[in-house]
């Protein structure tokens, strides 16, 4: 449990990118961040749709290559779960190549909460551990949203569309490890719970009180506790 077998990861990552390669052009080139402003004068802009890339002259090996995803992270939060993407961020040779990966611990009875992908669909296999998942729909046609959900165990594989609320939490009483591909360089991510009691500043009382038909004092109490991000 203290490590994962280096023949066994790399094969689920070539089964996710396989898997995850055929929509990267449809969900890349595409937004690759939440928004980007123009400027009339490109010495004040500071980021593009992406990443610079390098002069392919200058490249190394050492730009395609993430070293450590075997090792397992730290679980001991207030969620018991532990996100470590592998983007183009930490992994350069990812650059316009419309795929990103992450590794997901779980200690006993550990969550990944809701949250949604904005940028990019996810592919999820389970590596060591039992884990219920799930996804809800947009808004349908005829009112409501439908709930999607299945118990997972070790090499079944789950997909959540991209954008949709999604959630991982592990029923077992010992660690989980997920491996999930994204669609996606930087297929972003939004922690339902984190984005609306824990923005900055806050959401308007008023807002939050009638959106979810609240007391007011529930929600000043939900937005003075600390929301914990588990990605990193």
Not at 120 to 142: A, D, H, K, Q, W
């Amino acid at each position: 449990m203290e490590k994962m077998g280096a023949h066994n990861i790399l094969a689920y990552i070539g089964v996710l990118f396989a898997m995850t390669s055929y929509v990267a052009y449809a969900t890349d080139p595409t937004q690759l961040q939440d928004f980007c402003v123009g400027v009339n004068d490109p010495n004040d802009g500071l980021f593009v749709n992406g990443l610079f890339c390098k002069n392919p002259m200058d490249a190394q090996p050492d730009d395609f290559v993430f070293k450590g995803l075997n090792i397992p992270r730290n679980t001991n939060n207030k969620l018991g779960s532990n996100v470590t993407l592998v983007s183009a961020a930490n992994l350069p040779g990812l650059n316009t190549l419309g795929i990103s990966m992450a590794r997901i611990d779980f200690a006993p009875y550990g969550l990944n909460p809701p949250h949604t992908h904005p940028r990019g669909t996810e592919v999820l296999t389970v590596i060591e551990g039992t884990l219920y998942v799930g996804f809800v729909t947009s808004n349908l046609p005829n009112g409501g949203n439908r709930l999607f959900t299945k118990v997972l165990y070790q090499g079944d594989v789950f997909v959540f569309p991209q954008g949709l609320i999604h959630f991982q939490f592990n029923v077992g009483k010992t660690p989980a490890i997920a491996i999930v591909g994204f669609s996606s360089q930087n297929p972003g991510v939004i922690t339902v719970a984190n984005a609306l009691f824990g923005s900055k500043p806050p959401i308007s009382v008023d807002v939050l009180s009638k959106a979810f038909q609240l007391d007011q004092k529930v929600i000043q109490n939900l937005q003075s506790l600390f929301w914990m991000d588990n990605n990193h």
